[in-house]
Nanobody, 118 residues
Framework: VQLQASGGGMVQAGGSLRLSCVAS????????MGWYRQVPGKERELVAI??????NYEDSVKGRFTISRNNAKNTGYLNMNSLKPEDTAIYYC??????????????WGLGTQVTVSS
């Protein structure tokens, strides 16, 4: 199983980006998907997470970011609006996936850089 994140880039403050995370491989189901971000010198932090029970967001992104997923495409998304310079980070997707072998494990994708200029 692999996760591939994409959609990062450079935008001005107030702009928008949409990140995508595509899971590939022997997948039975994606149980939970989350987006994390990390800046140099700081720990990786959870930004948003989606499961069958709903969604949750880190306080600073509530009302600006929306996490969603398309189960048929094994893809998750993070729509980011009203971006601020403090949102600048490398963004990573993480998913808890049940494989065709009926094993559930968590996987990380490679990061995608988001840079917001003031």
């Amino acid at each position: 199983v692999q996760l591939q994140a994409s959609g990062g880039g450079m935008v001005q403050a107030g702009g928008s980006l949409r990140l995508s995370c595509v899971a590939s491989g022997s997948i039975s189901s994606i149980d939970v998907m989350g987006w994390y971000r990390q800046v140099p010198g700081k720990e990786r932090e959870l930004v948003a997470i989606i499961s069958g029970g709903g969604t949750n967001y880190e306080d600073s992104v509530k009302g600006r970011f929306t996490i969603s997923r398309n189960n048929a495409k094994n893809t998750g998304y993070l729509n980011m609006n009203s971006l601020k310079p403090e949102d600048t980070a490398i963004y990573y997707c993480r998913a808890w996936i049940t494989t065709m072998s009926d094993k559930t494990e968590d996987y990380w994708g490679l990061g995608t850089q988001v840079t917001v200029s003031s």
